[in-house]
């Protein structure tokens, strides 16, 4: 069972910096990944995407975070990263992970990331 874990949320003063983490576990015997993003979601609205990262590490981003968040692999394959730098108020929101796997996704629980001085 290929399962998400995010970590790295928090609160942050506008302009300030978080790097979230999704560690991707029992993937060993799954299909093969086909991307890992990140959507984000508040109360009363759509989950909305964030960014990707696909098998071949092309990334894609949403047009509101472009050149302020940007998200890598580590040496260790299924553990990717979400760096976001000049966060505003309006990133506010529960941050979560999805791997797809085999044309299925894998969610997180999530981690709030709050911007607020």
């Known amino acids: 069972q290929v399962r998400a874990v995010e970590s790295g949320g928090g609160l942050v003063q506008p302009g300030g910096s978080l790097r979230l983490t999704c560690e991707v576990s029992?993937?060993?015997?799954?299909?093969?990944?086909?991307?890992i993003a990140w959507y984000r979601q508040v109360p009363g609205k759509q989950r909305e995407f964030v960014a990707d990262i696909r098998s071949d590490d092309t990334t894609n981003y949403a047009l509101f975070v472009k050149g302020r968040f940007t998200m890598s692999r580590s040496n260790i394959r299924n553990t990717v990263f979400l760096q976001m730098n000049n966060l505003k108020p309006e990133d506010t929101a529960v941050y979560y992970c999805?791997?797809?796997?085999?044309?299925?996704?894998?969610w997180g629980q999530g981690t709030q990331v709050t911007v607020s001085s």
């Open positions: 999805d791997a797809i796997f085999g044309g299925r996704n894998y």
């Open positions: 029992g993937s060993t015997f799954a299909p093969h990944e086909e991307a």
